[in-house]
């Protein structure tokens, strides 16, 4: 099964399947989720996530703002964390 590629409806360019970092930012508390698989477009390096992507990024975004949060709640001097599961994750569809 081939995937169709994408055209970016601003640009009229083909986007490329490739990883990006996922960044949200709620309330001062800022979340990076390198290695995210997306379709960017080459000209403004828009990200369009796939809906699964998307699922997963709320349910990762949710569970790492709560922590982050509980850490402020009691002053912790910790102020960054960086966690990992595993090796990056490619999602059918590369080249
Ligand atoms: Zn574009």
New binding site residues.
């Given amino acids: 099964m081939t995937k169709p590629i994408p055209i970016?409806g601003?640009?009229r360019?083909p986007k490329e399947w490739r990883p990006i970092t996922f960044e949200y930012k709620d309330d001062g508390i800022s979340i990076r989720v390198p290695n995210v698989y997306a379709w960017v477009?080459p000209?403004?390096n828009?990200a369009s996530f796939t809906p699964e992507t998307v699922d997963e990024l709320i349910v990762t975004a949710r569970e790492l703002l709560d922590t982050a949060k509980r850490a402020r709640q009691r002053r912790s001097v910790l102020t960054e964390y960086v966690v990992s599961v595993g090796q990056p994750v490619t999602l059918p569809g590369t080249a």
């Fill in positions: 970016c601003e640009h360019l477009c000209a403004d828009e």
